[in-house]
Each structure stands twice: as C-alpha cells, then as structure tokens.
C-alpha cells in the first residue's frame, strides 16, 4: 500500500507497517531477539549488508521498524531511529555526530536531563557546550566558533513556553554548516514539523505525548537518510540504547490516536490559559496560544496550535503555589507530560531544582510559577480541580 500521499491523520493509523501472511488487522508484535536465515548464503548477505533483512533485534525489529516508518512518515523524514528513551536518542545523535574537540550552542531552556548530559559527560569527552537564550538569535550567532558542529533547541521551552524562530535558526545553522537538531517533544509532528523549517534532525521522547498515556519510555530521532543511517543508527547498533519491540508496539498504538489527542489537549489548554489569565489570583499565564504572548504571531506561522503545557505565576511566592497544587484533588502531582492524565508541577522545587537559585530567577522559574501539562479528562473538572487552590490564595 502507497501511503506517502495521505494526510497526517491518516499516516499515523496506515503508515510504516507491512501485514504479515496472518492478514492481521491490528499490528503483530515481533518479540525475537534473533531471525533464522533460509541458508548460509542468506546469512552472509545479511550480515554483509547485501541482502537487507533482520539479523539481530538490537539494530533491527520488524515492530520497531513499523514504529520507525509511521513516526518518518508523519514528520517528513527519510529516515527514522527507534531507541530505548529520549535521553538516548540525544546520546545517540551527539556520538555519532561529533568528536572530540567539536562544539554545540544550545537553547538554555532545555530539559534538565539534556543539560546535564551536555555539561558533566559530553564535556568529559572533549565536547563542549555554549547555552544562549532560546529566542536571541544575534546570541546564537555570537556563540559559534570554527568548532562548532550543532545547534540544539526545544520549542515551545519548558517551562515558559517560549518559542523560536526554527526557520530562522535553521538559515543561520546553514550559513554556518551547523546542524540544527530539533526536540519537538512538546509539538510533536502534529503541532509542528522542524524539518519542513530547515531542521536537519528531529529529536523525541516517545515517553511523552507520542505514547500518551503514560506507559513507558522510549526516543527517536528522524531526518535524512545521510544523517540518521549510518551515523546514528550506525551508533546505536554498537552501542544498543535499542527500543524493546513490546515498547515499539505500544507506540505504534499511540501514533494511530496522536492527532486527534493533540487536537483535544490544545482545546483544553486554550481553555484554561484564557481562564487563568483573567482569574484574580493569577499574576501572569505562559501559553503560545494567548494574544499576551509575545511570539503569538510566531506561533501561528510555525505551529498548527499552541500544544498541551501552560504555565502561570499566582499573585505570591512559593506558599501560594504550593497551597495550589497541594488543593488539587484529582490533578497529578507530578513532573511527567503529555499524558492524558493531567499533572501539575512546581518547577523551581521539582524540575529545575537542581539549578542555582540565581540563575533560576533570571531564567524566570520563579517561586510562584506553576506548569500543567493539560490532560484529556473534562475540562470543567481540570478547572474545578486548580480553582479550589486559586480561591485559597484570593481569600
Ligand atoms: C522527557 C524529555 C526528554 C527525555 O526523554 P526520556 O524519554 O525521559 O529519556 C527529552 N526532552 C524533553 C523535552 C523531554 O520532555
């Protein structure tokens, strides 16, 4: 079946996955370390590379594959490598991409994990990395140097949702032959696809909206055939950071109902950015989809709508915003996003404590600061849940 010609929606249900003589209609799960070959001829030729076909299920996995290809197909890219989180699909990237000596300028607005991955290991390995402001592009511009191999952003950033320009990263990544290396954890190809904008590689945490409801972990990276193949798949298979056909599986499932989840998380979301911003205890609301915000225009260019995450600072410190995640009664108190429970979070005590106070405040993860990351259950109880928090602060 041709599937290149359908629309979104459509890829993420029919695309990536080839029926077995079993003519099932729900995908087969491959769970096999191995595959058998029909003769030593065979065998060889696999190995050699002369004949493709599974050999091994650390580098190839039919479930997995299937993974691959609808995940490629829904983002635009040739290519597509499954791995066993987000985090390692980050790794992955960086060790088949540079070396020793070589030099990254990143958003400083990433995902704590990545920051650490950049300054405490690929720092220990001769790679070095410079943090500019994720929407300043004269800064961008400032921190290359001769050495520099990659830019590497998330956009919106968490927790404050700003948003950068990708295609004018992506002009000034080309002008420098850097590559621009994408996380589009938060958009997703639904909301958002940087290859179309000029990334060379598109970054995921399975684990988040991909999955959706919160089952497991896994990562991905996709983009060209020339980058993702023998760089990063040529890494992986030595390395095996692999993704776990049950893991590709549930995925697989995830993609099928991705655009219409998103779709439903963005109304949400809209809904309650629009309720927070006039409620009297709030003091500011972080959501891409507000007139108030300031990449309002940019958003609309680039994204196809705001996405799942809002944050919003309560009129108070820290007392405030804990009197309202500790009056939640349904919400989740947790870290995790994209699912479709939802959860709240108190970032400059969970997610970004590790961070110096001071450079905390100057990054904008003040005391009062609070992210949900907006669930499928009603939103009239979403509402009600946060309301009771709010209304002990008004008082
Ligand atoms: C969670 C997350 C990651 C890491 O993904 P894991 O699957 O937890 O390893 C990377 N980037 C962003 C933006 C994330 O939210």
Redesign the pocket.
């Known amino acids: 079946m041709k599937t290149e010609a359908f629309e979104l929606e459509t890829l993420a249900i029919r695309a990536g996955y080839t029926q077995t003589a079993e003519l099932e209609n729900s995908e087969a799960i491959f769970p096999t370390s191995s595959f058998r070959f029909a003769s030593a001829q065979q065998a060889a030729d696999r190995f050699s590379g002369a004949e493709k076909g599974n050999v091994y299920s650390r580098f190839t996995n039919p479930t997995v594959r299937a993974f691959e290809n609808r995940l490629a197909a829904m983002e635009g890219g040739e290519s597509c490598v499954a791995t066993a989180?987000?985090?390692?699909?980050?790794l992955s990237t960086f060790m088949g991409h540079l070396k020793a000596g070589d030099h990254i300028v990143s958003s400083q607005s990433?995902?704590g994990?990545?920051k650490v991955l950049f300054t405490k290991y690929l720092a220990k390995f001769g790679v070095e990395t410079t943090f500019v402001a994720l929407t300043d592009l004269q800064a961008w511009e400032a921190a290359v140097r001769p050495n520099t191999k990659a830019f590497f952003c998330?956009t919106p950033s968490?927790p404050l949702t700003e948003i950068a320009d990708l295609s004018a990263l992506s002009k000034l990544a080309k002008g420098k032959s850097v590559l621009l290396v994408v996380?589009n954890?938060?958009c997703t190809p639904v909301l958002q696809k940087p290859l179309a904008l000029g990334a060379d590689l598109v970054?995921h945490?399975?684990?988040?909206f991909l999955d959706g409801q919160g089952r497991g972990?896994?990562?991905a990276v996709v983009g060209s055939s020339e980058l993702v193949e023998e760089p990063i798949r040529g890494f992986m298979r030595t390395a095996g950071p692999t993704m776990s056909p049950f893991n590709a599986w549930m995925f697989l499932k995830g993609l099928e109902t991705l655009p219409v989840r998103m779709e439903a998380h963005c109304h949400r979301a809209l809904a309650l950015a629009e309720w927070l911003e006039q409620h009297p205890a709030v003091e500011q609301v972080f959501y891409p989809g507000l007139p108030s915000h300031p990449q309002f225009e940019l958003m609309k260019k680039q994204q196809t709508a705001a996405g799942g995450l809002v944050s919003f600072r309560v009129k108070g410190g820290r007392e405030a915003a804990w009197k309202v995640v500790d009056a939640t009664q349904m919400l989740s108190i947790t870290a995790n996003?994209?699912d479709v429970k939802t959860s709240i979070t108190h970032p400059a005590t969970t997610t970004h404590s590790r961070i110096s106070p001071d450079e905390r405040e100057r990054s904008g993860i003040t005391e009062n600061l609070l992210r949900i990351s907006v669930g499928l259950e009603s939103f009239v109880d979403i509402q009600a849940d946060i309301q009771r928090g709010l209304d002990l602060i008004s008082q």
């Open positions: 989180s987000g985090m390692s699909a980050i990433i995902f994990t990545t998330e968490n996380d954890c938060f970054i945490s399975a684990t988040k972990i896994g990562g996003l994209g």
